[in-house]
């Protein structure tokens, strides 16, 4: 199976063919996989180097032009060090892209904490009208992304991960789907985690929810799941833990409800360590997850 980055690079290059709108805006990063379509398309492939402000600035201005802009580099290039960029260039302009993150929360240890983004989506909420994608397969990446692309002048961000579950998940319209069903409580969860839940939750009532868009977040799923079974929430999401806390208890503002956020933890693990290490330090292991939950529900 190829990675969600990989499925990023061929799908784009061949839409790049098809859609004279797009433009792939690169910092170095993956640009070796661009090479051939920046051969057909020496207009609408640019690589800035490793020029992160510049890769967000050179976007805006693409979207100013009316290109669908496709900015890519690693997650903490793309979200964080750029940031005032991102607010100024897309937000305050009202200009719309796709930025493609790759790395996610910590996919490439050995690049220590600077090639580490656990705090992005949390930072990206920070800014009004972003879409979140956060696909959970390489065939989920492929339909988000072609999504993202299709999406007139939205501004959206896909958060590719090295880390994927076994099997994709129809992704129809984007909204949170019920996996399992139960009473006991609900447990949504994001992206790549998806199987690690679905084990930890083997043989407990309780419903688990799938999500592979996040932002918006989908208030209606959760309620509903909620008022089938016990309002007890498990938020269980590949970065941040508490990312989604408020948009869970802003969901469930008029019910009785207890919600226990889990995700990335705030220390900084300075031992590169495995991808697989670094799941079971943040208890976002199947083991890990199953004592967790188990010990939160009633």
């Known amino acids: ?10 799908v784009t290059s061949r839409l790049l063919d098809e859609d004279r709108r797009l433009a792939v805006v690169l910092a170095e990063i993956s640009m070796d996989g661009f090479r051939p379509a920046q051969e057909r398309h020496p207009d609408r492939v640019i690589n800035v180097g490793i020029r992160e402000q510049l890769l967000v600035g050179v976007g805006g201005g693409l979207a100013l032009t009316g290109l669908r802009p496709v900015l890519h580099t690693f997650a903490s290039f793309l979200v964080e060090r750029p940031f005032e960029q991102v607010k100024l260039d897309f937000g305050h302009q009202g200009t719309g892209g796709v930025l493609v993150s790759a790395s996610a929360s910590y996919d490439w240890p050995a690049g220590g904490f600077t090639h580490m983004a656990p705090g992005d989506v949390a930072l990206l909420d920070t800014l009004d ?10 065939d989920e990446a492929e339909a988000l992304l072609r999504h993202a692309y299709a999406a ?8 590719l991960s090295q880390q994927s579950n076994a099997a994709p998940r129809p992704l129809g319209d984007l909204r949170f789907q019920t ?21 930890a939750t083997e043989g407990l009532d309780v419903t688990v929810l799938y999500a592979a868009t996040v932002r918006p977040f989908d208030d209606a799923a959760l309620r509903a799941a909620a008022g089938r079974a016990s309002a007890d929430v498990v938020l269980v999401e590949p970065y941040l833990a508490g990312t989604s ?20 933890g705030r220390a900084e693990l300075r031992r590169y360590g495995t991808i697989d290490e670094h799941t079971a330090a943040h208890g976002l292991d199947a083991g890990s997850l199953r004592e967790r939950i188990t010990g939160f529900l009633r």
């Open 245 to 264: 806390a408020a948009a869970a208890g802003q969901a469930l503002v008029d019910l009785p409800h207890r919600v226990l956020p889990l995700g990335v």
């Open 179 to 199: 996996v399992r069903e139960g009473r006991a409580g609900v447990v949504l969860a994001v992206g790549p985690l998806l199987d690690n839940v679905l084990a």
């Open 129 to 138: 009208g972003w879409t979140v994608h956060v696909p959970g397969h390489p």
């Open 152 to 159: 007139g002048d939205d501004r959206v961000y896909v958060r």
């Open 1 to 10: 199976m190829d990675t969600m980055r990989e499925r990023f690079i061929s």
